[in-house]
């Protein structure tokens, strides 16, 4: 397997520890968590430069995205693993999630100088895996 294969993998692990998804035990009594309230399914989805075109956000040909429990939108870096808050109620669990932060990965606009590319098209993409 290629080093970048065996990178996504564990990438895709550590969102799904995060975002609760594939858990093969039946909760018992003594662990079953309680719901959160209004809480969604989370799931994960590659997305790359090639799709956005100029719109692309990120310095990272592709990225991780996903939207984890309460809304909250991040991506990860298919290549290392790190984890990055893309909307503010991620930003708000950056900290205790061990993320890093977003301008690491962000890209500089070029149509307006000392700006980013705009994250709007993927947080709506990020936002549509919550429901």
């Known amino acids: 397997m290629h080093l970048t294969t065996l990178r996504r993998f564990a990438a895709i692990a550590a969102v799904c520890s995060l975002a609760g998804c594939g858990s093969d035990s ?38 991780h995205l996903a939207c984890l429990q309460g809304s909250a939108v991040v991506v990860m870096d298919v290549n290392t693993g790190a984890m990055y808050p893309v909307n503010g109620i991620a930003s708000g669990k950056a900290a205790s999630m061990g993320m890093q932060p977003l301008d690491q990965v962000w890209q500089d606009s070029t149509d307006l100088p000392g700006t980013k590319v705009s994250v709007g098209p993927v947080i709506e993409r990020g936002l549509a895996l919550c429901n």
Request: zero cysteines.
């Open 26 to 63: 039946e909760p018992t009594a003594a662990n079953k968590p309680e719901p959160a309230p209004a809480a969604k399914q989370q799931s994960i989805t590659i997305i790359d430069q090639e799709t956005f075109g100029a719109e692309w956000p990120f310095t990272q040909p592709e990225m």
